[in-house]
């Protein structure tokens, strides 16, 4: 009966634990936050939830479904057995329309019976916060560090690619993959890298030279397109994003690690 519903909430978690790597280690490696730009907007959400969203500990008190979740809940399975066909996708499409369509007083039910779960859920995490052990209490402190740093630097990520960062400069190797792996369709991907990976090693000099000197030329490319950009982040007020760029080059994955 719950199944959609369920899959909303277990998406919205799954969000949530995606977020979540080491963080705290950044003063160790001696990385100065200054070179991080801003700071992320605080959040309006309050400290309960604030709380209990960085809270992987176990025991923890489960937090009421919103009002839009009971309706869906409520009205799936109707739904769903008048409209056999449609997607599980498609039917909770249709749903979220009925809700905004929805009389105040009819969404009234809902949220009244979201409060009166609220309410019980805000006394069972008082008691929880009170009974933690200080080891706990640290790891909750960790956990909160890490994911706040973790949405920083997804953020900023994103915010690379959506102001259009040139792509790095391909070596000899990966334009020759590139280019060979566009013609041999029908094998498995696995197994195709394996077979153009032994032809990369006995490809002749004068045939390998080609490739790396495509290369260079890229590189040449990178050189001026990032030069372009990064002007251009200067002009816009973006400084901080030429900081994470070098940042994240010169850490490369274990940013995330550290950060």
């Not at 449609?86 to 409060?115: F, G, H």
């Not at 790095?168 to 190797?173: E, K, L, M, N």
Request: glycine share 6%.
């Amino acid at each position: 009966m719950a199944a959609g519903a369920a899959a909303l909430l277990r998406g919205g978690w799954r969000a949530l634990r995606a977020l979540d790597r080491p963080a705290a280690l950044r003063a160790a490696a001696g990385i100065d936050r200054g070179l991080l730009g801003p700071p992320l907007p605080s959040s309006s959400i309050c400290a309960l939830e604030r709380f209990m969203k960085d809270c992987t500990l176990s025991n923890v008190p489960k937090k009421p479904l919103t009002s839009y979740i009971r309706f869906v809940m409520d009205r799936q399975p109707q739904f769903k057995e008048q409209n056999p066909d449609l997607k599980n996708t498609e039917v909770i499409r249709m749903l979220a329309q009925v809700w905004r369509e929805l009389p105040a007083s009819e969404k009234k039910v809902y949220e009244d019976a979201t409060k009166a779960d609220f309410k019980l859920y805000q006394e069972q995490v008082s008691k929880y916060k009170a009974e933690l052990k200080v080891g706990e209490k640290r790891n909750l402190k960790v956990e909160r560090r890490r994911k706040k740093a973790r949405k920083e630097i997804v953020k900023k990520k994103r915010e690379l690619t959506v102001f259009g960062k040139p792509k790095r400069p391909r070596s000899g190797y990966n334009i020759f993959i590139s280019e060979n792996f566009k013609e041999s369709r029908g094998l498995p991907a696995q197994e195709m890298l394996k077979i153009l990976n032994k032809e990369w090693k006995n490809l002749s000099s004068s045939r390998k030279q080609v490739y790396m000197q495509l290369a260079e030329d890229d590189k040449i490319r990178y050189t001026n397109e990032i030069k372009s950009w990064e002007e251009k982040m200067i002009e816009i007020g973006r400084e901080d994003l030429l900081r994470f760029r070098k940042l994240k080059d010169k850490i490369g994955k274990g940013l995330e690690d550290i950060y």
